[in-house]
Nanobody
């Protein structure tokens, strides 16, 4: 059974930083596209960033470029999302997700993702 477990969410003030983690099984982590998504109340799920586990290639939504950094620890099968300069509009439930890499780049659209975690809440106050 595939499990993706997010952690690291919390409540903080605008301008602060958080690092989210997504833990997967080591056997699962090979040759995947792993992504971070977020969904605020009343809004559609939005792709934030993605990474190819095999090569470390990264992809970002324009809304977070320069503030968020996706990274990974392959040995531990953990993906991270470092979030800096957080804004109230970053408030959302953050999810990690994965699909099997099939070449090209990793999508940031949720329709491509097969496996999902339960989410971790990030709340940024002004």
């Amino acid at each position: 059974q595939v499990r993706l477990v997010e952690s690291g969410g919390g409540s903080l003030q605008s301008g602060g930083s958080l690092r989210l983690s997504c833990a997967a099984s080591v056997y699962f982590y090979n040759s995947r596209c792993m992504g971070w998504f977020r969904q605020a109340p009343g809004k559609e799920r939005e792709g934030v960033a993605a990474i190819y586990t095999g090569g470390g290639n990264t992809y970002y939504a324009d809304s977070v470029k320069g503030r968020f950094t996706i990274s990974q620890d392959n040995a531990k099968a953990i993906m991270y999302l470092q979030m800096n300069s957080l804004k109230p509009e970053d408030t959302a439930m953050y999810y990690c997700a994965a699909y099997r890499y099939s070449g090209g780049y990793c999508y940031t659209e949720s329709v491509h993702y097969t496996y999902w975690g339960q989410g971790t809440q990030v709340t940024v106050s002004s």
